[in-house]
């Protein structure tokens, strides 16, 4: 028995690469374009692990999922693979048309035709695991009720479009081919091997290094917290045991706004690593907003607990805690993802606010 993972090199997903191959000795098959995000030493300790096998690709290229399907023959299918940063998805959205709407299509025609190709009992058995952000559904008012899983899709950024176009394509190839699908909607992930250009990655790479800690607008932004090692969790559950055809979201009941964040992991560097400048709240700086931005996301997850009785595990305490800890001992890591291109990236996002 084999699973293949898309963009298992990527955050999320080399995440939970290695949370599977430390329960289970099922192979993974992992398949990554190794963009600017997709890093294999996220995946050292792996290394000559007969259980991981990594494959360099686009899951564009129709030909290559062809040939990995048949040879491998994974009896699911965990996509991650997705262009996903919503800054650059403002300044470039033809990438995230490509990877997350063509990608994803191109996957998931690639998946129906091994599917139509096993037996009845590996048929039954197949699933095909989508996942996806709780940024489809829009944005939130302070005090309306948290995002359902029947709430109405009303993305406003073209990443969070390009999702909500891969979420309607998975959908879709279940009611009309019958491909055994699972969907999940995720809120705001942070943790270990996080790219430095998200907020909580990028707040602490910056004021290790004393430089600005630049928010958005007034910083009330309000977003629901993830620990990845939980998303990883709930991820196994609804693979295991969520319904066919089914939606379940996953978040860590944890609404913080982006101010607050940004205050707690300054907060936790004081402690851990004092400056002899003095707090590291000095570096914070309020910048212009970036445009369309939502106001506020909240994940209602009774439906996971109700049905496959997960909650998260990590308190957003004992979760930033951890990943903080892990940055400050991982500065080779750090040091080795800030490229020139990422330097590049940083100046155009942030030099005209």
Request: glycine share 8%; with cysteine.
């Amino acid at each position: 028995m084999t699973i293949l993972i898309t963009g298992g090199a990527g955050f999320i997903g080399s995440n939970f690469v290695l949370d599977w191959l430390a329960q289970s000795d099922e192979p993974v098959v992992n398949f990554d374009a190794l963009t600017y995000a997709g890093n294999l030493q996220n995946l050292a300790s792996l290394q000559g692990d007969a259980r991981h096998v990594f494959v360099q690709g686009d899951i564009g290229d129709r030909a290559l999922l062809d040939r990995l399907f048949a040879e491998r023959r994974p009896r699911a299918v965990l996509h991650f693979a997705a262009e996903s940063h919503v800054d650059r998805s403002i300044y470039g959205p033809g990438a995230f048309i490509k990877t997350n709407v063509e990608g994803t299509f191109t996957l998931l025609e690639a998946a129906r035709a091994h599917w139509n190709g096993l037996d009845d009992a590996a048929k039954a058995a197949f699933r095909f695991h989508h996942v996806s952000t709780d940024e489809v559904y829009g944005s939130l008012a302070p005090d309306a009720p948290a995002f359902t899983e029947t709430h109405p899709y009303e993305p406003n950024s073209p990443y969070s479009a390009s999702k909500a176009a891969s979420d309607h394509l998975v959908r879709a190839w279940h009611h009309t081919y019958g491909l055994p699908v699972l969907t999940t909607n995720c809120s705001n992930n942070y943790g270990p091997y996080h790219f430095p250009e998200k907020l909580i990655p990028l707040m602490i790479v910056n004021a290790l290094a004393g430089k600005p800690l630049p928010i958005y607008g007034d910083g009330l932004q309000v977003r629901d917290w993830l620990y990845v090692g939980d998303h990883c969790s709930a991820i196994r559950a609804v693979l295991a045991r969520g319904r066919v055809g089914e939606v379940y979201n996953i978040g860590g009941w944890n609404e913080m706004p982006n101010r607050d964040i940004v205050h707690r992991v300054c907060a936790l560097l004081d402690e851990l690593r004092p400056s002899a400048e003095g707090p590291y709240t000095r570096l914070i700086t309020f910048v212009k907003d970036r445009p369309g931005h939502d106001r506020r996301y909240a994940i209602d997850a009774r439906k996971i607990e109700r049905e496959l009785s997960w909650r998260p595990a990590e308190t957003f305490d004992s979760g930033i805690r951890k990943t903080v800890q892990w940055y400050l001992d991982h500065a080779d890591w750090v040091a080795n993802v800030q490229s020139g291109g990422y330097r590049d990236w940083l100046a155009t996002n942030y030099s005209a606010r």
